[in-house]
C-alpha cells in the first residue's frame, strides 16, 4: 500500500485532535475528571472514554471487528488510552492500510470530526467548571502528523488578553 494525499490529510487531523485535546486538558484540576455539568451530561472522564471508543469505531473501518472500550478507574488512564487508540488509528493511516466499508472523506465527517466536536466539550466543561482555557491563534500551532502523543508543544500564538479568565491573579500566568 501507499500514503495519499488524503491519508496525509488524515494524519494532520489526527495530530490537530491530538494537540487541541492536550490543550483542552492541560493544568485542569485534580477535579476535573469528575466534574458534572448537570442535565445527564458526561463527565470529562466519560467523555475521553466516549471519545476513544469514537476512534475504536474508526479503527473498525481497517481492522473489522467491533470496540467498546470499558470504564478506566480516573482521567488519566482514559487519557492514555485515548492517545494509544490515536496513535494506532494513526498507524493504520500511516501504513497505508486499506480503509474498508467507508471513504477518508467519511472518516473526517464522521468519527473523527465527532471527536474534535468532544474536544470542544471538554474545553467548555473547563470554563463551566470556573477554569477556561486560554485562546490561541490554531493556524500557526506546531502540528506534526507524527505526534499524536501526550506531549504536545505549548502553543505558539496564546492570546496576550483574554476577557474569559475567570480567576484573579491570572494575568501573569503563562497560557496552557
Known sequence: MFITDKDMMLRHFLAALAYRFQKAIRGATAEYGGFEAGNRTRTPKELVRHMTSVLGFARTHYRGGSYRPDPLPDLAAEVERFHGMLGDLADH????????????????????????????????????????????????????????????????????????????????????
Do not use: C, K
Not at 109 to 131: E, F, I, K, N, Y
Open 93 to 176: 493511516i500511516e501504513r497505508g492500510d486499506e480503509l474498508r466499508g467507508t471513504t477518508p472523506e467519511r472518516l473526517l465527517q464522521g468519527p473523527l470530526s465527532d471527536a474534535m466536536t468532544h474536544v470542544g466539550q471538554l474545553a467548555m466543561l473547563r470554563r463551566l467548571q470556573g477554569d477556561p482555557v486560554p485562546p490561541e491563534d490554531f493556524i500557526v500551532a506546531e502540528i506534526d502528523p507524527g505526534n499524536v502523543g501526550p506531549d504536545q508543544p505549548m502553543p505558539r500564538s496564546p492570546d496576550a488578553e483574554w476577557p474569559e479568565r475567570l480567576r484573579a491573579g491570572e494575568a501573569d500566568d503563562p497560557p496552557r
